[in-house]
């Protein structure tokens, strides 16, 4: 009954036009901010934290994670109609969408991210609404070793990103855990492979790896095969899926959902490596798991499912426990206390307006974000009817400019190039590029979990601890059971 008339006092406080023109505001800002690559949802929030400084705290916090979760499917639009991830999580988004755009079926990809994006993300809001408070005490139970074993099953995910080759899988994996080797120890502070350079202590940074591979690759393929004079995908239909075909991916979008937010409510996870594992799992209970990477809709379906699903998931920590479960969750800490809140049981006890406030505003900006997205996707997809010989340069140009945002470092624009390099001969001999990404966003949970569990508890740590033990059960038989089903294949 609490939670009714919480939930009732949450739909109150946004009676008027203001409430329903800031929501819709920030959808608009979100879905921009998603679409640029550069601006993660991170970014995007923390951009509007000073705006909100004079607005009262209920609407401030309304704003910004109205921002928060539009920003998730944002990404998707850029990653299906130019493969480029807008966000993080949308890698996994351009596995199926932009194959799906190269068959002239733009419409279907967009519209499956659309959908899959508003269902995750009520169904994050709702199990956020229901089980806030239980699910974070759970979470902080998970122990270092719990973490590394989580880390270690989403790594699994590689064996099913190889296109029928899991050894050139593991080789481009194994490259970028390479790669996240690359700056300051996080343990012992000692640097290496830097080179002598102040620009490697950090390491490289995500988004200019994540663009380079992604979609510099794609113009050096382009300028290779001499293309740039060619016309645009003309042909391109706006057309979304029948009600047939979301029909028959509901329990992938539901089965990503639950899988979005469960990950997302441990510290850390994110909404990346919840689409990876999200990913894995579509395709392995597929019927047709040979159309995943040639623009099947499950795949689609299944990566945004997992990463809008994961914003409710995040919340779960921040709102019931006062602890960011991502880094936008760390920026909306920030918000919270900018307002004097201080996030946490007490907040549910003395400002329940607040919090039920920000659960039905999330409701209703997924509504909203539907709604704009329907309208909007006719005019996002004429962008790949434009010319190659001004569609290739201005994605080059995107890929410089979002790059150079991140912290204002040519650094990070010369990296850009060189991820574009490795993207391009990676995909010229057969290496699928995705598992180079999962390597660079697990390499540090891995290693530092691993590093930590081992100091405290030693290596028996991985096997005494219950969790772990499943955990790294079910990541050997990820990772073992394709190889099997690969050689049974080839002994046949």
Known sequence: MDLINNLLLGFSSLAGWQPILIIVAGVILGIIAGAMPGLSPSTAVALLVPFSYTMEPGMALILLTSIYIASNYGGSITAVLINTPGTPSAAVTTLDGYPLTQKGEAGKGLGTALVASTIGGAVGVLILILFAVPLAKI?????????FALALFGLATVASMGSGNIAKA?????FGLLIKTIGIDP?????????????????????????????VSVVFAKVEEW????????????????FSEFWKIKMTILRSSVIGTIIGIFPGAGATIASFISYDVAKRSSKTPEQFGKGSLEGVAAAEGANSSSVGGALVPLLALGIPGSATDAVLLGAFMLHDLNPGPLLFRDSPEIVYGIFTSLILANIIMLILGLYGNRAFIKVVSVPAKIMYPMILAIAIIGSFAVNGSL??????IGFGVIGWLFKRFGYPVAPVVLGIVLGKMIEE??????????YSSFFMDKVSLV???LAAISFIYPIIKQLRKKNK
């Open 170 to 174: 593991l080789i481009a994996i194994l």
């Open 227 to 242: 293309k740039m004079g060619s016309k645009g995908l003309v042909e391109v239909s706006n057309k979304l899926p029948s």
């Open 139 to 147: 979470a902080l139970q998970f122990s270092s070793a719990d973490y």
């Open 187 to 215: 343990i012992s502070g000692v640097s290496r492979f830097t080179f002598g350079m102040d620009e490697l202590y950090d390491g490289f940074n995500l988004i200019p790896a994540l663009i380079g591979l992604f979609a």
């Open 411 to 416: 650094f990070d624009v010369a990296a850009c």
């Open 471 to 473: 955990m790294l059960s």
């Open 449 to 458: 979990n691993y590093r930590r569990a081992v100091m405290m508890h030693g």
